[in-house]
């Protein structure tokens, strides 16, 4: 599983306008329902769940990253945004410190392996500092749609 082929063209906000983790998610799921990725009627349950699951225990993983995530039986197809924030975040992560790189996932609810190895490939980059600097330094899309790219190939190498 690729990286890349997880978000959407049109799911990469570079420059969040959004201060909250709330409002974070909620502009991220906004950015898929943009991009095509995910059915506009489904916004307001989207929301719900994946704040009811940062409620059970914060997706801010420390190291300025958090990935919201949850799985639906609406969803048909894993999709996964990502929104940066210069100003950081408070997601109450693990490290009480602000998150700057936010990865929102969504999977369908029949495909708990394909979730979980989703979730495998987005930590095991995010647990790299290198590529963890290089994507809070990105100032556009194009140059985040880069970095997963090159992560990629790094990963099959």
Known sequence: MKLSSLVKDGAIVPQLAARERDEVITELLDALIASGAIDA???DELIRCVLDRERKGSTGFGKGVAVPHVKHASITEMNA???LSAGGVDFNALDKQ?????????SPEDQPEDHLHAMEVIFKNLSKDT???F???ATSAEEVRTLLVEADEQQLG
Do not use: E, K, T
């Open 81 to 83: 945004a990502i929104g």
């Open 135 to 137: 994507l809070r330094q």
């Open 41 to 43: 009627g489904l916004r």
């Open 98 to 106: 602000p998150v700057y790189s936010v990865f929102l996932l969504l």
């Open 131 to 133: 590529f963890r600097r």
